[in-house]
């Protein structure tokens, strides 16, 4: 269980406060999750309800959205597939994991906090590299339809990265990776709120 924090204490600068979101506007609300998460229309479709309720603190919040993905993920794992792309829970959580940038790959649409210093760390180092992680991000997702790979960096270079990735394709679990990606999409909370570490490790032992 996430520890209760008071809602008045410091919170990550440019987020609203906590006790402010069910009376703001669906733009807002939006923007907020961008800045918690990549930003993503289908965590957006699957996270205003949630955002429209009270909690006493962001970090609750996030536990909230976090047993959400994670309820996709176990329905995932026993739903077959669909062509209802609204209310079958695999292509949903596909759509909010798919939201991640390649590593590696230049991009041109909005990315968090976390992702432009990791895509800024994995751009340097020498072409040969670069093929190879781009080949390797192809069979990734060749290997997991809906799916692209994700992971915290966290300072770690391309060569680590890669073996990585290599021994997740080889694993061969679907599931798996789906999982890996709820928890992945949460570092970038924890990577935003960086500059007050006390609040965040305490997140970060209660969501474990």
Not at 57 to 69: E, K, N, T, V
Not at 129 to 158: K, S
């Amino acid at each position: 269980m996430a520890p209760h924090h008071n809602p008045t204490t410091t919170t990550p600068p440019s987020l609203p406060a906590i006790t402010s979101l069910p009376t703001l506007p669906d733009e807002t609300l939006t923007s907020t999750l961008d800045l918690l998460f990549e930003p993503s229309p289908a965590l957006h479709v699957l996270a205003l309800p949630t955002l429209r309720r009270p909690f006493p603190s962001y970090d609750a919040l996030i536990a909230a959205i976090r047993a959400q993905l994670l309820d996709l993920a176990l329905s995932s794992s026993s739903t077959t597939t669909t062509t209802d792309t609204t209310t079958n829970p695999t292509t949903q959580l596909h759509n909010i994991l798919a939201s991640h940038p390649r590593l590696g790959e230049p991009k041109k649409e909005t990315l968090s906090a976390q992702s432009a210093a990791e895509q800024a760390k994995l751009q340097s180092g020498g072409e040969e590299e670069a093929e190879i992680l781009a080949r390797l991000n192809r069979v990734y997702e060749e290997t997991f339809p809906g799916l692209r790979y994700v992971v915290f960096v966290n300072g770690r270079g391309r060569a680590e990265i890669m073996g990585d990735m290599l021994g997740r394709i080889k694993r061969g679990d679907i599931r798996g990776e789906e999982r890996e990606g709820v928890e992945v999409s949460f570092f970038s909370f924890f990577f935003f709120c960086a500059s007050i570490p006390v609040w965040c490790l305490d997140l970060m032992v209660g969501l474990g």
